[in-house]
């Protein structure tokens, strides 16, 4: 079949994800309008390819073997990627699901608009960070989302909005869905320079904590409810584990950061032992947060009870 430039085969994922690994995608289309979108999607329709949705790849471990998938990866450069105050209403603002997260906090904290310097040293695509409701202890990027449009397989677009997008922590209705666009909503205005200093303030804070320069999907695992599943590992003595390319961070346990030739089957296999070690010291079984494509079979593990408890 002749396929659209924006959709290429056998295109290898790792330089699409914050860890840097993991095999190709069968295809992969990068729309730039809403038109490409529906092409692209009748073009997995024809091929008989399942769907997967790409945002900024930073909470993502893609299988070695890669994915027998259409992956569809809004394009940045286009209508997806835009981020914008409606005129005269700087509360309220537009955002293209493909915007990088970093460039839409900076955006509006540049106005002195409240609400998303918590969000600063976040990486990742807005879409991603809306479906899976990311943040911190001051709440998720859920809470200002008053609609979402999302396209359905067959094209359809649609509207949700709040309670039927059920943002919770680290989730909303939206995960597996395609969300293209959004409408924030913002409470407050306040000096610009005095918001900036906040989020520079917020990114110094986490670069204290995490390591923010390694590749690394954020933390491996959520926190259990009233707990951090970092203490916790970091208790269970995770810190420093290594397995092939893939390391516990020094830094913060519930990071894996990867180095030169690590694989996705090092770093499940890495999150595997983790997971025991903190079901062995607390009796809590941790629930993974990053989100896993493809066959990994040490990965499936991760939500099975944990073997060797009573070790
Ligand atoms: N702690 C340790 N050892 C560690 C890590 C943490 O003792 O190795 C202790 C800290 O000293 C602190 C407590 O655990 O007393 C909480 O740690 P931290 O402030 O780092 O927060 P967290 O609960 O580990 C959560 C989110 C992060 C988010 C931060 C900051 C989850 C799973 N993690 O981490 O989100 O950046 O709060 O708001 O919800 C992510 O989801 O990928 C992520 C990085």
Redesign the pocket.
């Known amino acids: 079949m002749e396929l659209p430039a924006y959709i290429r085969e056998r295109v290898p994922l790792a330089g699409l994800t914050t860890f840097g690994i993991g095999g190709p995608a069968r295809w992969l289309a990068e729309p730039a309008d809403r038109e490409q979108l529906a092409d692209s999607l009748a073009t997995a329709e024809r091929l008989g390819a399942p769907v997967l949705f790409l945002g900024g790849g930073?909470?993502l471990l893609v299988a070695d073997a890669g994915v027998e998938a259409m992956v569809i990866r809004l394009a940045s450069s286009g209508e997806f990627g835009l981020a914008t105050a409606r005129a005269e209403e700087p509360l309220v603002w537009q955002v293209g699901a493909a915007a990088p997260l970093p460039a839409l906090v900076a955006a509006v904290a540049r106005i002195g608009v409240v609400g998303l310097e918590?969000l600063s040293?976040?990486p990742g695509s807005v879409g991603g960070a809306v479906a899976?409701n990311?943040?911190?202890?001051?709440g998720g990027i859920g809470q200002f989302v008053i609609e979402a449009e999302t396209v359905s397989l067959r094209g359809e677009s649609a509207s949700m909005k709040p309670p039927e997008l059920a943002f919770r922590?680290?989730g909303s209705t939206l995960k597996g869905l395609l969300a293209i666009n959004f409408i924030m909503k913002f409470k407050t205005i306040a000096e610009p320079a005095d918001v900036l200093n906040r989020m520079r303030e917020y990114r110094a804070?986490?670069a204290a904590?995490?390591p923010l320069g390694q590749p690394s999907?954020?933390?491996?695992?959520?926190?259990p409810s009233g707990?951090?599943?970092?203490?916790l590992?970091?208790?269970a003595g995770?810190?420093g584990m290594r397995e092939g390319g893939a390391v516990v961070?020094e830094?913060?346990?519930?990071?894996i950061v990867t180095e030169g030739q690590a694989s996705c089957r090092d770093v499940a296999v890495l999150a595997v032992r983790m997971r025991e070690a903190a079901a062995r010291r607390h009796g809590i079984n941790l629930e993974p947060?990053?989100v896993v494509w493809g066959e990994e079979p040490a990965f499936s593990l991760l939500h099975e009870e944990p073997r060797h408890v009573d070790d």
């Open positions: 930073s909470n918590t040293g976040i899976m990311c943040g911190g202890r001051e922590y680290r804070a986490k904590v995490q999907a954020g933390c491996v695992f959520k926190n707990l951090s599943a970092g203490m590992l970091d208790q995770c810190k961070s830094r913060h346990a519930n990071f947060e990053i």
